[in-house]
């Protein structure tokens, strides 16, 4: 199987296991052919924590694939050198030295009645405003911006914030250190009149801040309805795509996992998701009146089920050597009348036999590893899964302990994880 063809599978309409992409340096903004609503709809009301997680997914995929950093970049910049203003008169106490038009009935009466010394002046002066309704627009959207990119950030860790929503802080910031701009109040809302004058100026860098403040607007609206449609509207087409080929595979075969966990293994469509963020759960979670089955992302086992590892042991026990638990790219968990289950899933996307041949050891590596939490009703097992071009012969023992399955193989993969989970 190609990229386009993994790309196709994952953003089939009737499935939006596309959002399940990390949210993370690793992906671009991209759009493909819109999910069924409904679809999509079940998705988002499944989230874990419902609507922080789709707040927090509509942010990261407006932010990225909007055009925000390309208008921080250049236009921002550009505008604020050039920042409309106006001259407004006011009166003043100058002085020793006389400015403006001096006010000297004024000035004469304050002398007398002591309250104005000699050197001083009552006098008319000017001063430039750039309190316009078209430069409170411009500060309304870049603290708009600064503030979604904390929340984002505080959601995925510094470490995994996105390249683009790195520089679009960034340059919000600096902006804020213009001269001019950093004397200009932020408004407390979006103004109609502030719209209408930046839509309206000859400048066509306030028009599209103005096109960027409307769709950041409908983005955080009070109203639920307007505010649910405006995110349906969005992730419908638009999503986070990995750029790396590997990463790109992974998603696939997590998409096609939970697809099969679906269908051919019969434990129905998840009751809960969770979005690939950092400190994050499970990503699915199947449950019936006999078994949940939970699964995980690129989440270590040691973690996620409290468990110690021999590689884990190796480093506590000496000094001179450092590293971290190993992960999984998925990891099942079956839960059923007092049995577990883990099933050990690794992605690699390669052809090359020996390189296969390698994978199978370091599936190997992970039985190990786990082995002390075999027994006492637990059981471990893996499944190896490449692009193509592997298949289990005929009469091969369903009660192995590693499987190796092809990701363009369905049927393979299913029994596959059947016989992992089950035999």
């Known amino acids: 199987m190609t990229r386009e063809a993994w790309r196709d599978f994952i953003c089939a309409p009737d499935r939006a296991g596309r959002h399940l992409s990390a949210i993370g340096r690793g992906v671009a903004g991209a759009t493909a052919e819109a999910i069924d609503l409904a679809v999509l709809q079940s998705f988002l009301e499944k989230l874990y924590d419902t609507a922080d997680d789709v707040r927090l997914l509509g942010s990261a995929v407006d932010l990225i694939g909007g055009g925000y950093r390309a208008y921080a970049e250049g236009p921002l910049h550009r505008v604020l050198d050039a920042l409309s203003n106006e001259m407004l008169a006011q009166e003043q ?167 099969l966990l679906s269908d051919e ?83 690699k996307k390669t052809v090359d036999g020996r390189y296969i041949s390698d994978s199978v050891y370091k599936v190997f590596a992970y039985l190990y590893d786990f082995s002390d939490t075999a027994g006492a009703g637990r059981t471990v097992k893996a499944v190896l899964v490449v692009p193509g071009g592997v298949s289990a012969v005929p009469g091969a023992s369903a009660g192995r302990t590693v499987f190796v399955a092809s990701g363009d193989d369905r049927a393979g993969m299913a029994q596959a994880m059947k016989d992992a989970l089950t035999a």
């Open 93 to 259: 106490v100058v002085g020793p030295g006389l400015r403006g038009n001096a006010r000297w009935d004024r000035t004469i009466l304050q002398r007398m009645a002591g309250t104005l010394s000699p050197v001083h002046y009552v006098s008319r002066t000017s001063r430039r405003s750039f309190e316009m309704p078209e430069n409170q627009l411009l500060s309304w959207l870049v603290d708009d911006l600064r503030r979604t990119v904390s929340i984002v950030e505080q959601r995925v860790g510094s470490a995994a914030l996105h390249t683009d929503l790195q520089i679009l802080r960034d340059e919000c910031e600096r902006a804020r250190q213009h001269h001019w701009f950093s004397d200009i109040s932020v408004p407390l809302r979006l103004t109609p009149e502030m719209i209408a004058a930046a839509t309206r100026h000859r400048r066509p860098e306030y028009r599209a801040a103005a096109a960027l403040a409307r769709r950041r607007l409908e983005m955080e609206t009070n109203d639920h309805h307007a505010w649910w449609y405006t995110i349906m509207s969005l992730l419908a087409v638009n999503w986070l795509e990995p750029v790396n080929d590997d990463d790109l595979f992974e998603l696939y075969v997590l998409v096609l996992a939970l697809d």
């Open 265 to 347: 293994l019969g434990f129905g469509e998840p009751v809960e998701y969770g979005l690939v963020t950092s400190r994050r759960g499970h990503v699915a979670l199947f449950e019936d009146d006999h078994q949940k089955v939970r699964v995980y992302f690129d989440q270590t086992p040691a973690t996620v089920l409290g468990i110690a590892t021999e590689y884990g042991q190796v480093f506590a026990q000496h000094r001179g050597i450092s590293g971290g638990e190993r992960r999984p790219d998925i990891l099942v968990v079956a839960e059923r009348e007092g049995e577990t289950r883990l099933v050990l899933i690794e992605m």
